[in-house]
C-alpha cells in the first residue's frame, strides 16, 4: 500500500513466571540479547530452544517467537504465533498479537483481513495507539481505493473551467509546487466536482505532499 505504512512492534514480553533456574535465566538473556543485536534468526532459534529445552509454554514466547519469525522472513510461522499469542487471557499481549498479524495480512494485500486483526486489537485494548494508528491508516487506504476504483469505472466528463484548473496545477507541479497545486485542485473540485475527473492526479499530489511534509 502506498501513503503510509503499518507499524509494527519490537517489544519483546518476558513474564516474571519464566524465572526459575539460573540455566533457564541465561538462556532467557542470550535469546532477548539476539533479538536486541537484529540477529532474528538467531533469536528465533534461542526463543524456540527455551520451548524445546525448558519446555517453556507461555503466550509471551509465542509472541516472542512470532516476532522474531516475522523479522527473519519466515512470515507463515509468524502468523502461527501470533494467532496463538492472541488466544491469551492477557488482553494487552492478546491486542499486540491481533497487531501483529493484522500488519503480516496488510503486507500481502489481505486488507479487509487486515483491518479485523487491527479493529479486534483495538477491542482487546482499546489504548493500543499502534494498533489504532494502523486501523486508521488501513480503514482511509481502502475508503480512498474504493472511491478511486469507482472513479476510474465511471470518470466524468471534465468541464473546461476543471481542464483549466488542471493545467493550472500541472504549471505549479513543474516549479514542485505540489500543496499548492494540491491546494487549488481541492478548491477547483469544491466548486465543480467534474474535476474529479483528476481524482488519480489529485491523490497522487496528496501522496507526494505527504511524503515531503513527513
Not at 50 to 69: I, K
Request: hydrophobic letters at 35%.
Amino acid at each position: 500500500m502506498n501513503g503510509g505504512k503499518l507499524i509494527i512492534g519490537l517489544l519483546l514480553l518476558i513474564p516474571s513466571s519464566w524465572m526459575r533456574d539460573s540455566e533457564l535465566n541465561a538462556a532467557i538473556d542470550v535469546a532477548g540479547e539476539s533479538f536486541a543485536n537484529g540477529e532474528y534468526e538467531q533469536s528465533y532459534q534461542d526463543h524456540l530452544a527455551l520451548q524445546e529445552r525448558f519446555g517453556v509454554s507461555y503466550s509471551e514466547l509465542d509472541f516472542n517467537l512470532g516476532l522474531s519469525a516475522q523479522y527473519s522472513e519466515k512470515l507463515d510461522e509468524a502468523a502461527g504465533y501470533y494467532d496463538k499469542a492472541s488466544t491469551s487471557a492477557d488482553m494487552i499481549l492478546s491486542s499486540f498479537a491481533y497487531n501483529q498479524g493484522g500488519v503480516l495480512l496488510g503486507n500481502k494485500k489481505e486488507y479487509e483481513a487486515a483491518l479485523s486483526k487491527f479493529k479486534t486489537a483495538l477491542i482487546k485494548d482499546p489504548l493500543n495507539e499502534v494498533a489504532r494508528y494502523n486501523y486508521e491508516l488501513l480503514a482511509r487506504w481502502i475508503k480512498r481505493d474504493e472511491e478511486r476504483k469507482n472513479q476510474e469505472e465511471n470518470p466524468p466528463e471534465p468541464s473546461d473551467f476543471a481542464k483549466r484548473k488542471k493545467a493550472e496545477a500541472d504549471r505549479l507541479v513543474e516549479q514542485f509546487r505540489f500543496r499548492d497545486a494540491l491546494n487549488l485542485m481541492n478548491e477547483a473540485l469544491a466548486q465543480d466536482q467534474t474535476v474529479a475527473a483528476y481524482q488519480q492526479f489529485i491523490t497522487t499530489l496528496q501522496e507526494v505532499t505527504e511524503i515531503n511534509e513527513n
